[in-house]
């Protein structure tokens, strides 16, 4: 079954006992037994419930390669639940670029517990073989990474970890299951903030992680039932919803994006435009040979960095908000949103300055988004023909 077809028929889609064309909503903590030694197939949701069932069943079906899906209750959750398998005395490698709140939580809470991490230029595999230490668990990957879209050749630094013992963890939510399959390329874990685009609409937050081994599977049930982070029935269900017309936003929205990149890269005003999509991006030919398209995202930055509250102020269509991934086109501010949890001088790094904005392409009609864009910046000076 194809992709666009499996996401309406490859999974408990369609109520088998009424036949109603969306599955049921079962919003229910708890289930009856019949008797103190029957137990059913759910007893109490944190354990299990067929509408989270379902989408746990939707995403494993979806993410190619993948037999085990778990949902939880943010993206955050999902990476929580998949980092805390790890141990004190623990090591990880990480991208240097990667979202704000994995970094915080990667500095921050684990290190509490002590498992350490390096982060290494994701764009170099040498780099993660260089950083693997005898201690060294796990890779962990985010590519495109956010903000900056740098790439990692998926296959040859999971490669890498499976020479050396060692799991490959990615966070696959700019690509999506639709433009890229990282179980595929020999990554062991696949982690979606299902906030973002499998959702699709910006009216729920909620994780995904995607296995086909089954000792992660195991693993991952444990920490779902034992640290709680469970996606609720309702949010299953509107995530089920999102998700069916995933193939048709994504095909729309690419094709949107990738024509705003290259406005934007022509544009006098832009100093800089960073999309995989773009053949002058340094990762392009490794991203061509792993995933679709370029995708939805793409970040920025004005030749003139304090220009950016005026441009934000300009634009019409895209809201100006934290989150990507949504049916509208969001603008992101990545060192007071998505970043602001980093410390100043690990932003710097990352390349997360004052001038750099993070753009999510919608369904909005693209010609509308060029004009308005376009207005945009001509009104921070300049003329972008
Ligand atoms: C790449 C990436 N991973 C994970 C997350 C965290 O997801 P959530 O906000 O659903 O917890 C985000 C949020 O922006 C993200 O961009």
Redesign the pocket.
């Given at each position: 079954m194809e992709f666009d077809t499996r996401l309406i028929h490859g999974y408990p889609v369609f109520d088998e006992h009424t036949g109603a064309s969306s599955i049921p909503k079962y919003q229910a903590s708890t289930f009856m037994q019949k008797d103190l030694d029957e137990v059913g197939e759910y007893r109490y949701t944190r354990f299990g419930n067929p509408t989270i069932t379902a989408l746990e069943k939707g995403i494993a079906a979806i993410e190619n390669g993948g037999k085990f899906g778990f949902a939880f209750a943010?993206?955050?959750?999902a990476?929580s639940a998949v980092l805390l398998n790890f141990k004190a005395g623990d090591h990880l490698v990480l991208c240097e670029n990667i979202?704000g709140?994995?970094f915080q939580l990667v500095t921050q809470v684990m290190r509490d517990f002590e498992i350490s991490a390096t982060f290494v230029d994701e764009t170099d595999p040498a780099a993660w073989e260089a950083a693997i230490q005898p201690n060294t668990r796990a890779f962990y990957l985010?590519t495109p990474s956010?903000p900056l879209l740098s790439i990692t050749d998926i296959k040859t630094v999971a490669a890498i970890a499976k020479r050396h013992g060692l799991a490959t963890i990615i966070?696959n939510?700019?690509m999506t299951p639709d433009l890229q399959s990282p179980l595929l390329l020999g990554a062991d874990v696949v982690?979606h903030?299902?906030?973002?685009f499998i959702n699709g609409h910006s009216d729920v937050?909620?994780?995904l992680v995607i296995t086909s081994d089954a000792a992660w599977a195991a693993k991952l049930r444990q920490k779902q039932a034992v640290l709680g982070g469970i996606l609720g029935p309702e949010d299953a269900w509107l995530v089920m919803r999102g998700m069916k017309t995933l193939g048709l936003r994504m095909k729309k929205i690419c094709t949107s994006a990738q024509k705003i990149a290259e406005f934007l890269q022509k544009s006098a005003e832009v100093k800089e435009v960073y999309y995989p999509g773009l053949p002058a991006h340094p990762g392009f030919a490794v991203h061509q040979k792993q995933a679709k398209s370029g995708g939805a995202v793409l970040s920025f930055r004005l030749q003139d960095g304090p220009a950016v509250k005026e441009f934000c102020r300009a634009l019409r269509l895209p809201i100006l908000a934290?989150?990507?991934g949504g049916v509208e086109s969001i603008l992101s501010f990545p060192m007071t949103m998505?970043h602001a949890c980093v410390p100043p001088k690990d932003r710097l790094r990352q390349g997360v300055t004052e001038d750099l904005l993070r753009l999510s392409v919608g369904i909005e009609d693209a010609d509308d988004l060029l004009s308005d864009l376009s207005q945009a910046l001509k009104k921070i000076g300049g003329n972008n023909e």
């Open positions: 943010s993206g955050m959750a990476i979202y709140g994995t985010e956010n966070d939510t700019f982690i903030s299902a906030t973002k937050v909620a994780g934290v989150s990507l998505s």
